[in-house]
């Protein structure tokens, strides 16, 4: 394997040096570039270019070119809570009252 870098029993570093260094860049860029990305369970992932829609993708593996963005968006049950807010009734009388509101999103209309 590193017999090419071996002429006459002299090492060739410079040949050695330029391509590790050739290498750790093709590393960099697989790495900034990957294009595999993941939308976890219970997410929808929104794909955008250029900031228009251009798809839904649902749980699971996908391949994202580099010039396409994802968004991903939690399609769960929630619940946003709201303890003792402060109010008045119709003839001013101070009332305080908790909630709680159950939301989600429908997955088809993530976009």
């Known amino acids: 394997m590193f017999n090419r870098y071996v ?3 002299e090492i060739n570093i410079p040949k050695a040096v330029g391509e ?7 590393l960099v860029l697989a790495v900034a570039f ?8 219970g997410h929808r992932g929104v794909v955008t270019v250029g900031g228009k829609i251009s798809g839904i993708q649902n749980e699971g593996f996908m391949l994202l070119l580099p010039w396409e963005k994802l968004s991903i968006f939690n ?3 929630e619940e946003a809570a709201i303890k003792d807010a402060d109010g008045a009734t119709s003839d001013q009388q101070p009332v ?16």
Do not use: C, E, I, Q
């Open 75 to 77: 399609v769960r049950a």
């Open 96 to 111: 305080k009252t908790s909630l709680v509101v159950r939301y989600s999103v429908v997955p088809a209309k993530v976009a």
């Open 20 to 26: 590790g260094l050739l290498m750790a860049f093709v």
């Open 34 to 41: 990957w294009p595999v990305r993941t939308v976890p369970t």
């Open 7 to 9: 002429k006459d029993g």
